[in-house]
């Protein structure tokens, strides 16, 4: 029984493969898709997210790979849509809405910076 699972998942990472390479996706998200579901059939799902700062670090901040930059200005935008969100929300206490701000704050800088080494 665990060969035929196995099995069924080893075909999905092929069929998932030949797919990307056949649409000439990035080299990069292909290897950050395959992480997500190595992690996902392992069961560790903290492989893709220590995968993706590994390449992050390397390919983005020191090689400035343009698409793991998108990828990781794609994601601070995301958060800071949301912290926006819940800097406008009346929810919170006037402590947790100062360190909303300088979450606020952190993410507009964090996303001039990654603005900045895509352009460089």
Known sequence: MADKKFFGAAQELRIKLSDMIDAGRPPLEIVLTLAKLVGELS????????????????????????????????????????????????????????????????HKKEIARLERLKES
């Open 43 to 106: 069961g560790e799902d903290s492989y893709y997210q220590t995968t993706r700062e590994q390449i992050l670090a390397v390919y983005g901040f020191a090689l400035k790979e343009k698409f793991i930059l998108e990828d990781e200005l794609a994601e601070v935008k995301a958060r800071l849509e949301k912290i926006s969100a819940a800097y406008e929300s009346h929810e919170f206490t006037e402590e947790e809405h100062v360190r909303i701000g300088y979450a606020l704050e952190a």
